[in-house]
Protein backbone atom coordinates (compact mmCIF):
# COMPACT_ATOMS: atom_id res chain seq x y z
CA UNK A 1 0.00 0.00 0.00
CA UNK A 2 2.68 2.25 0.65
CA UNK A 3 4.54 1.72 -2.62
CA UNK A 4 1.51 2.66 -4.56
CA UNK A 5 0.78 5.12 -2.21
CA UNK A 6 4.19 7.00 -3.40
CA UNK A 7 3.42 6.52 -6.80
CA UNK A 8 0.01 8.55 -6.53
CA UNK A 9 -2.35 6.03 -8.05
CA UNK A 10 -5.79 6.63 -6.96
CA UNK A 11 -7.44 3.44 -5.14
CA UNK A 12 -9.30 2.60 -1.81
CA UNK A 13 -7.76 -0.01 0.23
CA UNK A 14 -9.04 -1.62 3.25
CA UNK A 15 -7.59 -3.35 6.16
CA UNK A 16 -10.46 -6.33 6.76
CA UNK A 17 -10.05 -8.59 9.88
CA UNK A 18 -10.73 -9.62 13.31
CA UNK A 19 -8.22 -8.59 16.70
CA UNK A 20 -8.60 -10.95 19.83
CA UNK A 21 -9.13 -9.76 22.82
CA UNK A 22 -5.76 -11.00 23.97
CA UNK A 23 -2.38 -9.22 23.71
CA UNK A 24 -2.81 -6.90 20.63
CA UNK A 25 0.59 -5.51 20.48
CA UNK A 26 0.95 -6.74 17.08
CA UNK A 27 -2.53 -5.95 16.05
CA UNK A 28 -2.04 -2.35 16.97
CA UNK A 29 1.39 -2.32 15.05
CA UNK A 30 -0.78 -3.43 11.70
CA UNK A 31 -3.06 -0.78 12.74
CA UNK A 32 -0.64 2.11 12.79
CA UNK A 33 0.60 1.13 9.81
CA UNK A 34 -2.46 0.52 8.08
CA UNK A 35 -3.71 5.06 9.58
CA UNK A 36 -0.26 5.94 8.37
CA UNK A 37 -1.08 4.91 4.77
CA UNK A 38 -4.83 6.36 4.60
CA UNK A 39 -5.85 2.41 4.54
CA UNK A 40 -9.21 2.27 6.01
CA UNK A 41 -9.71 -0.21 8.74
CA UNK A 42 -12.45 -2.27 9.00
CA UNK A 43 -12.11 -4.68 11.70
CA UNK A 44 -14.01 -7.24 13.68
CA UNK A 45 -16.76 -7.46 11.44
CA UNK A 46 -19.42 -10.44 10.84
CA UNK A 47 -18.83 -13.04 8.33
CA UNK A 48 -21.93 -11.61 6.51
CA UNK A 49 -20.71 -8.57 6.83
CA UNK A 50 -16.96 -9.73 5.19
CA UNK A 51 -18.57 -11.62 2.63
CA UNK A 52 -20.74 -8.15 1.04
CA UNK A 53 -17.14 -6.48 1.93
CA UNK A 54 -15.80 -8.94 -0.82
CA UNK A 55 -18.66 -8.60 -3.52
CA UNK A 56 -17.33 -5.04 -3.69
CA UNK A 57 -13.80 -5.96 -4.36
CA UNK A 58 -11.88 -6.44 -7.28
CA UNK A 59 -8.54 -7.49 -5.92
CA UNK A 60 -6.62 -8.72 -2.48
CA UNK A 61 -2.85 -7.96 -2.14
CA UNK A 62 -2.09 -10.77 0.68
CA UNK A 63 1.60 -10.69 0.82
CA UNK A 64 1.88 -13.77 3.56
CA UNK A 65 5.32 -14.08 4.33
CA UNK A 66 5.85 -17.51 3.94
CA UNK A 67 3.61 -17.27 0.75
CA UNK A 68 0.20 -18.43 -0.37
CA UNK A 69 -1.14 -22.16 0.86
CA UNK A 70 -4.33 -24.09 1.00
CA UNK A 71 -4.16 -23.18 4.85
CA UNK A 72 -4.95 -18.97 3.89
CA UNK A 73 -8.76 -19.13 4.75
CA UNK A 74 -8.74 -15.42 3.50
CA UNK A 75 -7.89 -16.07 -0.08
CA UNK A 76 -10.34 -18.78 -0.39
CA UNK A 77 -12.73 -16.95 0.86
CA UNK A 78 -11.61 -13.86 -1.15
CA UNK A 79 -11.17 -16.21 -4.50
CA UNK A 80 -15.19 -17.94 -3.85
CA UNK A 81 -15.72 -14.09 -4.03
CA UNK A 82 -14.58 -13.46 -7.40
CA UNK A 83 -11.90 -11.27 -5.99
CA UNK A 84 -8.59 -11.74 -7.75
CA UNK A 85 -5.64 -12.87 -5.09
CA UNK A 86 -1.91 -11.66 -5.13
CA UNK A 87 0.23 -13.08 -2.91
CA UNK A 88 3.97 -14.17 -2.48
CA UNK A 89 5.10 -17.69 -3.81
CA UNK A 90 5.92 -19.93 -1.09
CA UNK A 91 7.13 -23.45 -0.27
CA UNK A 92 3.03 -24.86 -0.43
CA UNK A 93 2.36 -22.48 -3.25
CA UNK A 94 2.59 -24.24 -6.33
CA UNK A 95 -1.43 -25.25 -6.26
CA UNK A 96 -1.85 -21.37 -6.86
CA UNK A 97 0.05 -20.74 -9.71
CA UNK A 98 -2.67 -20.52 -12.39
CA UNK A 99 -5.50 -19.23 -9.64
CA UNK A 100 -3.58 -16.27 -8.18
CA UNK A 101 -0.90 -13.31 -8.81
CA UNK A 102 2.20 -14.74 -7.38
CA UNK A 103 5.40 -12.72 -6.93
CA UNK A 104 8.23 -13.99 -6.06
CA UNK A 105 8.97 -11.20 -3.30
CA UNK A 106 7.33 -7.80 -2.35
CA UNK A 107 8.69 -6.13 -5.45
CA UNK A 108 8.02 -8.16 -7.79
CA UNK A 109 4.58 -8.37 -6.11
CA UNK A 110 4.00 -4.52 -6.85
CA UNK A 111 4.74 -4.82 -10.44
CA UNK A 112 2.36 -7.15 -10.98
CA UNK A 113 -0.19 -5.41 -9.17
CA UNK A 114 0.68 -2.38 -11.09
CA UNK A 115 0.11 -4.01 -14.39
CA UNK A 116 -3.14 -5.49 -13.43
CA UNK A 117 -4.52 -1.49 -12.51
CA UNK A 118 -3.81 -1.05 -15.80
CA UNK A 119 -4.28 -4.65 -17.60
CA UNK A 120 -7.63 -5.36 -15.31
CA UNK A 121 -8.87 -7.83 -18.17
CA UNK A 122 -5.60 -9.92 -18.79
CA UNK A 123 -6.56 -11.43 -15.60
CA UNK A 124 -10.28 -12.88 -15.77
CA UNK A 125 -8.91 -16.48 -17.15
CA UNK A 126 -7.45 -16.33 -13.44
CA UNK A 127 -10.09 -15.16 -11.68
CA UNK A 128 -12.50 -17.78 -13.26
CA UNK A 129 -10.11 -20.41 -12.84
CA UNK A 130 -9.98 -19.25 -8.81
CA UNK A 131 -13.48 -19.63 -8.48
CA UNK A 132 -13.53 -22.64 -9.80
CA UNK A 133 -10.99 -23.75 -7.41
CA UNK A 134 -12.83 -22.62 -4.22
CA UNK A 135 -15.81 -23.76 -5.28
CA UNK A 136 -14.78 -27.59 -4.98
CA UNK A 137 -13.15 -26.34 -1.19
CA UNK A 138 -16.51 -24.92 0.61
CA UNK A 139 -18.34 -26.77 3.26
CA UNK A 140 -21.20 -27.69 1.14
CA UNK A 141 -18.75 -29.06 -1.31
CA UNK A 142 -16.88 -30.92 1.02
CA UNK A 143 -19.86 -32.69 2.70
CA UNK A 144 -20.97 -33.17 -0.37
CA UNK A 145 -17.52 -35.27 -0.84
CA UNK A 146 -17.76 -37.17 2.47
CA UNK A 147 -21.16 -38.18 1.88
CA UNK A 148 -20.14 -40.11 -1.48
CA UNK A 149 -17.39 -41.59 0.36
CA UNK A 150 -19.77 -42.72 3.28
CA UNK A 151 -22.04 -44.00 0.65
CA UNK A 152 -19.34 -46.19 -1.40
CA UNK A 153 -18.19 -47.77 1.48
CA UNK A 154 -21.54 -48.57 2.68
CA UNK A 155 -22.25 -50.29 -0.90
CA UNK A 156 -19.22 -52.64 -0.42
Same mark, same amino acid.
Request: hydrophobic share 40%; charged share 25%; glycine share 4%.
Given at each position: ???? /???????? @??????????????????????????????????????????? =?????????????? =????????????????????????? =?? =? /??????????????????????????????????????????? @????????????????
Amino acid at each position: IKEL /NKKNIKFR @SALIGYVPGADNSYANLIIEQCTEQKCELLLNKSAAEISNLLA =ETDMAILPYPDGIS =ERRGTALAAMINRVLVFSLRGQFSS =EF =E /NIAVLGNDKNDLLSKVLYYINNTDSFAKINDSAYEYSEKRNWQ @SIAQLYIGLINNDSNK
